[in-house]
């Protein structure tokens, strides 16, 4: 889900650098309200989980790979705000350290992964655990099913960004300038690998380690804002 | 032992075992991720490198790219993996160094 440059054109990369500037700015302000010097640590465990995930790519056998994010997990522990931080500093460490995902597409790529991703997840989390007990296993199927539907919207909405490009950008003669897949494929193509393989990943890594903390230190699941 | 500590812990294990994130799809036959081909695997796709996305395409020269070292890709699995878990190291150690400074700026002391 890290779009690379060229993908994606010059407006549609101006547009989520200027949608994220505002949303960077929000997540500092809150993050500042509500983060406690004593869950930094697990801010930047969550931050490093999530580049490390990342780099587990899977395959699906003769076509393409995917991997989890790990984000709805960092949002379960710190909240959404602070997830989308911890994210934002992990995709930029990869965009500019090891050219995944571009330069250009750091505005999408956050978009997605950085804030649709983690707050998606998030609420999901919040609306199926409700208010069972912190260590019940209703929560550990909150989790899972967050992953899943947290990281199924992000590919999506990447699907459609991909899929918006041909559209916008084309020559003359009909030759796409930028990604040439429209709609009919793109969206398939990120949603269906998703639903199928990738969301599952995201899903079980998720409850795993929600299952994994109630166990041992359910204090760290509190419901945090 | 603290559970801060465990998750370290684990964050280890997980470089470490990071290298199977690159041997399994290798031995799957597995492709590119799907809309992060590279300009030689686009033109086989579509027939045509797409102007813009060839000029923007090698718009960064990331140091180290695709968590692999530059001339070490015909030495093997060994090193490829090695590169990869150096690459993983050197990436989580950055995002854990920004996070830290951004949590220290960002969080409240008074409780």
């Known amino acids: ?225 | 032992m603290k559970i801060i500590n465990k998750l370290w812990i684990g964050l280890g294990i997980l470089i470490v075992l990071s290298p199977l994130g690159l041997i399994i799809p290798e031995h799957c036959k597995a492709g590119s991720a799907w809309g992060e081909w590279g300009v030689d695997e686009m033109k086989e796709l579509v027939g045509y490198i797409p102007l813009g996305l060839e000029k923007l395409a090698s718009l960064w020269n990331a140091p180290i790219p695709d968590y692999a070292f530059k001339g070490w890709e015909e030495k093997g699995l060994v090193h490829v993996s090695f590169a990869y878990v150096i690459s993983a190291i050197v990436g989580i150690t950055l995002t854990v160094a920004v996070v830290l400074l951004l949590g220290k700026l960002l969080s409240r002391k008074d409780v």
């Open chain 1, 1 to 225: 889900m890290h779009i690379p440059d060229g993908y994606l054109g010059p407006a549609t990369c101006g547009v989520f650098y200027a949608v994220m500037v505002p949303i960077w700015a929000v997540a500092s302000k809150i993050v500042k309200k509500t983060l406690q010097a004593k869950q930094v640590p697990l801010l930047a465990i969550g931050a490093a989980f999530s580049f490390v995930i990342m780099m587990f790519n899977v395959p699906i056998p003769g076509g393409t790979t995917g991997h989890a994010v790990g984000g709805v997990l960092v949002a379960i522990l710190v909240g959404p705000w602070a997830a989308c931080i911890a994210i934002t500093v992990a995709l930029i460490v990869q965009a500019l350290l090891f050219g995944d995902g571009g330069i250009t597409a750091i505005g999408a790529n956050c978009f997605n992964m950085g804030v649709v991703l983690p707050f998606v997840g998030y609420y999901v989390y919040r609306a199926i655990s409700h208010n069972s007990s912190i260590v019940s296993n209703r929560r550990v199927i909150a989790a899972g099913i967050a992953g899943y539907i947290g990281i199924n919207i992000a590919a999506l909405l990447a699907g459609i960004e991909f899929g918006l490009q041909p559209i916008v950008h084309h020559t003359a003669s009909g030759q796409a300038l930028y990604c040439p897949y429209g709609f009919n494929i793109a969206v398939p193509a990120m949603a269906g690998e998703h639903v199928l393989v990738f969301g599952w990943v995201e899903a079980i890594v998720t409850a795993l380690v929600v299952k994994y903390l109630a166990k041992q230190s359910p204090e760290l699941l509190r419901e945090v804002a």
